[in-house]
């Protein structure tokens, strides 16, 4: 697969851009709505994903070498459910041609989110939606 192919295997939903939080005593994995400063809070995608690593350095890029180990991403997650053989869902960019029926099914972070830098306590952004995930 080339990395043309590979990226459209990406469904846009942005929840890869969220910041998320582990207890350090239960290892549970807690997601937020607190979103990386490089994401449109509005359209839920990247403004400058080309160049994503130049702002933030910390940015994962999603390979399928590393794809078993990124257990951080949801279970929505087109690469994620592809790497599960569960397929890409009914709602994906790639079957409906546009991300209209991923944001009306609610998988999108579009118009759910705060940019980080407006964070005080991430604590208090604790959220469960991100953890949806629907056919």
Partial sequence: MNTTEWES???GCGKC???????????????????????????????????????????TKVTMDNLAMLTWLPDSCSYRRLNEGRGLPSWHPLKTGSKEAMIEAGMSVAGKVTCETKIRDIEDHIVIWPMKDVE
Avoid: M, W
């Fill in 9 to 11: 295997l990406c469904d």
């Fill in 17 to 59: 851009c969220l910041n998320k939080l582990i207890d350090d005593e239960t290892e549970e994995l807690y997601y937020t709505n607190a979103a990386c400063l490089l994401l449109d809070a509005k359209q839920g995608h990247c403004k400058s994903y080309e160049q994503r690593f130049s702002f933030v350095p910390t940015c």
